[in-house]
C-alpha cells in the first residue's frame, strides 16, 4: 500500500488566507483590491491552495452583512456571493481546542481573540498567513508566524 | 427567475464538491431535496449552487470529488492512483474558477462605502467589539464612531 501523503506529487503551497483577504475579492474599492484578485489567480491555476480559520465563515459574513448595510453590495447579490466563496473549496482548519496558545498570542502580542485565531492557525499547520490588514502584521514579529501582505504576494 | 436543476446523484456530487455518499446523507437528513423521476432519484440544485464541474467519468466517480469539506485532504477511494489524483485536481480547479469569475463579476457591481470605511475596518469592528463582552451593538457604535472620524478628516 502507498504511503497516503504521496499523492499529494503537484506543486502546491497551502497558505492561510484571512477574512481581510476574502473581503478585498469581493468589495472593487478595497485599498488591496488589485492584489488580492492576482492573489486569487494563484488560487486557480492550482499554485496556491487555501487553508481557512474555522472562524472565517462568521467573519466574512459579518463583514459582507455589514457591507450590503452600507449600501455596498446588493442584498440579492449575497447568496450567490457567500456561495462563491464556499466554492473556492478552501480547506477549514477547525478551530483550536486548546485556549493556551491562543491566549498566549493575544497576550503577547495584544491581538484580540480573532486575530489570536488566525496566527495559532498559521503556527499549528506551519503555513505562512497572507493577509491584508497591515495591524495585524506589524503586531507578529517573523520569529513568532510568518505573516505576508498580499499587497507584497501579488506584487 | 432561474429553473431548479435536477441531477442526478453522482452529477450532484460532482457540481456541489462532495461524495456521492455525503450527497445521500444530505438527501436523508432533508438538507437537499429530491424529486423521483420513475426508480431515479433526482437532486434538486439552485442553479447558483451548483458549479459547472468537468465530467466524471463511469466508475470512479466516487473518488474525483472530495469527500466534504473536512475530507478535502484525501481524493476518494483506494487505490491513490496518478490519473484519480489528477482527475480529482483538475475538477477541483475548474470549480475554483468558476466561483471566481462569479466573485470578480460581481465585484464589479460594488459600490464604494458612504463614509470610506472599508471592508477591514468591518472586521476590526467585529474583532474589536465582540458583542459578548461589550453588547450585541458595540461593533456598530464603534463603526458609527469611526465614519464620523472619516468624515470629519474630509
Known amino acids: 500500500m502507498p504511503p497516503i501523503e504521496h499523492w499529494r506529487s503537484w506543486p502546491v503551497s497551502d497558505v492561510v488566507i484571512d477574512s481581510s483577504v476574502a473581503i478585498a475579492w469581493v468589495l472593487e474599492d478595497e485599498p488591496a483590491h488589485k492584489h488580492a484578485m492576482r492573489f486569487m489567480d494563484a488560487l486557480g491555476d492550482g499554485t496556491l491552495d487555501p487553508v481557512v480559520s474555522g472562524h472565517f465563515r462568521f467573519e466574512i459574513r459579518h463583514a459582507l452583512v455589514r457591507a450590503a448595510r452600507r449600501g455596498r453590495v446588493d442584498w440579492a447579490d449575497l447568496p450567490t456571493l457567500l456561495a462563491a466563496l464556499d466554492a473556492l473549496e478552501a480547506r477549514t482548519a477547525p478551530l483550536s481546542d486548546a485556549d493556551a496558545p491562543v491566549l498566549e498570542l493575544a497576550q503577547n502580542h495584544q491581538l484580540t481573540w480573532s486575530d489570536a485565531h488566525w496566527v495559532e492557525t498559521a503556527i499549528r499547520y506551519d503555513l505562512p498567513l497572507v493577509t491584508a490588514d497591515l495591524r495585524l502584521i506589524r503586531s507578529v514579529p517573523d520569529d513568532v508566524a510568518i505573516l505576508v501582505d498580499v499587497r507584497g504576494v501579488a506584487a | 427567475?432561474?429553473?431548479?436543476?435536477?441531477?442526478?446523484?453522482?452529477?450532484?456530487?460532482?457540481?456541489?464538491?462532495?461524495?456521492?455518499?455525503?450527497?445521500?446523507?444530505?438527501?436523508?437528513?432533508?438538507?437537499?431535496?429530491?424529486?423521483?423521476?420513475?426508480?431515479?432519484?433526482?437532486?434538486?440544485?439552485?442553479?447558483?449552487?451548483?458549479?459547472?464541474?468537468?465530467?466524471?467519468?463511469?466508475?470512479?466517480?466516487?473518488?474525483?470529488?472530495?469527500?466534504?469539506?473536512?475530507?478535502?485532504?484525501?481524493?476518494?477511494?483506494?487505490?491513490?492512483?496518478?490519473?484519480?489524483?489528477?482527475?480529482?485536481?483538475?475538477?477541483?480547479?475548474?470549480?475554483?474558477?468558476?466561483?471566481?469569475?462569479?466573485?470578480?463579476?460581481?465585484?464589479?457591481?460594488?459600490?464604494?462605502?458612504?463614509?470610506?470605511?472599508?471592508?477591514?475596518?468591518?472586521?476590526?469592528?467585529?474583532?474589536?467589539?465582540?458583542?459578548?463582552?461589550?453588547?450585541?451593538?458595540?461593533?456598530?457604535?464603534?463603526?458609527?464612531?469611526?465614519?464620523?472620524?472619516?468624515?470629519?478628516?474630509r
Open chain 2, 1 to 153: 427567475m432561474t429553473a431548479t436543476l435536477a441531477l442526478s446523484v453522482p452529477e450532484a456530487a460532482a457540481r456541489l464538491g462532495r461524495s456521492e455518499r455525503t450527497i445521500w446523507r444530505q438527501i436523508r437528513s432533508g438538507e437537499l431535496h429530491t424529486q423521483r423521476e420513475g426508480r431515479r432519484v433526482q437532486v434538486l440544485l439552485e442553479p447558483e449552487r451548483a458549479w459547472p464541474a468537468l465530467p466524471v467519468p463511469r466508475g470512479t466517480r466516487e473518488a474525483a470529488v472530495p469527500y466534504g469539506t473536512q475530507d478535502d485532504w484525501q481524493v476518494g477511494r483506494w487505490p491513490y492512483t496518478t490519473e484519480i489524483v489528477e482527475r480529482h485536481r483538475v475538477a477541483k480547479l475548474a470549480r475554483r474558477r468558476a466561483a471566481m469569475e462569479t466573485i470578480k463579476e460581481l465585484s464589479r457591481r460594488t459600490r464604494p462605502d458612504p463614509d470610506g470605511l472599508t471592508g477591514l475596518d468591518y472586521i476590526h469592528a467585529e474583532r474589536d467589539h465582540p458583542r459578548a463582552l461589550e453588547g450585541s451593538d458595540a461593533a456598530d457604535r464603534a463603526l458609527e464612531e469611526l465614519a464620523r472620524e472619516r468624515r470629519r478628516d
